[in-house]
């Protein structure tokens, strides 16, 4: 079955660009017509959409975060990555990445925090 | 682009039913939704994708015990014979053509 883990820097500093790398495994992250989106969670609070991919490379990104995200993909790699520029304090969360409209399958989680 | 309401909070006792409520904005009565759990301290979980007409597909190992309805723009995780691992905050979450959306959570407390 399908699996997704999250990797990357668990420490940021403020106005630079937090980069995290989704790696899929038990399947082809090109095979089927599938969305990989991101999704955050600052501590006690909600989960948030950042943005998500389409099997063809097409993004659609949360408004609110839309000037400083890009999200990309690698199927050589089985992967897709996120970059989130100009981070500051506010943007420290758990990141989780997830495969398709109904979110059906969840990595773990990462942890990042924003600070000097 | 929907907006989904969730009731912050639900309890009920160790063995009851209880059923949380996501409700669709206006014009969004269509959508399906799907449901999820996120235990303390962990990530969350895919529980089901629920249609408008109440259909509703589960995700692998997700007990009987956790039934999905539908009515109008209201959609519902009905959470019978409740055990203490059930107590958890459970999002709704949605999507269109180019956004996803979360609702706020219900934290649901097993008494």
Redesign the interface.
């Known amino acids: 079955?399908v699996q997704l883990q999250e990797s990357g820097p668990g420490l940021v500093k403020p106005s630079q660009t937090l980069s995290l790398t989704c790696t899929v495994s038990g399947g082809s992250i090109s095979s089927g017509s599938y969305y990989w989106?991101w999704?955050r969670q600052p501590a006690g609070k909600?989960?948030?959409?950042i943005g998500?991919i389409y099997s063809s490379g097409s993004t659609?990104y949360?408004?609110s975060l839309k000037s400083r995200v890009t999200i990309s993909v690698d199927t050589s790699k089985n992967q897709f990555s996120l970059k989130l520029s100009s981070v500051t304090a506010a943007d420290t969360a758990?990141y989780?990445c997830?495969r398709d409209?109904?979110?059906?399958?969840?990595?773990?989680?990462t942890a990042v925090t924003v600070s000097s | 682009q929907p907006v989904l309401t969730q009731s912050p909070s639900a309890s009920a006792s160790l063995g009851a039913s209880v059923k949380l409520t996501c409700t669709l904005s206006s014009g969004h009565s269509s959508y399906a939704i799907a449901w999820h759990q996120q235990q303390p301290e962990k990530g969350p979980r895919y529980l089901m994708k629920l249609n408008n007409d109440g259909s509703h597909i589960k995700g692998d190992g997700i007990p009987d015990r956790f039934l999905g309805s539908s009515s109008g723009a209201e959609r519902y995780l009905t959470i019978s014979s409740l055990q203490s691992e059930d107590e958890a905050d459970y999002y709704c979450q949605t999507w269109g053509s180019d956004s996803m959306v979360f609702g706020g959570g219900t934290r649901l407390t097993v008494l």
Do not use: F, T
Not at chain 1, 101 to 109: M, N, S, T, Y
């Open positions: 079955q989106s999704i909600g989960l948030e959409w998500r659609n949360n408004p758990v989780y997830a409209q109904g979110l059906d399958v969840w990595g773990q989680g």
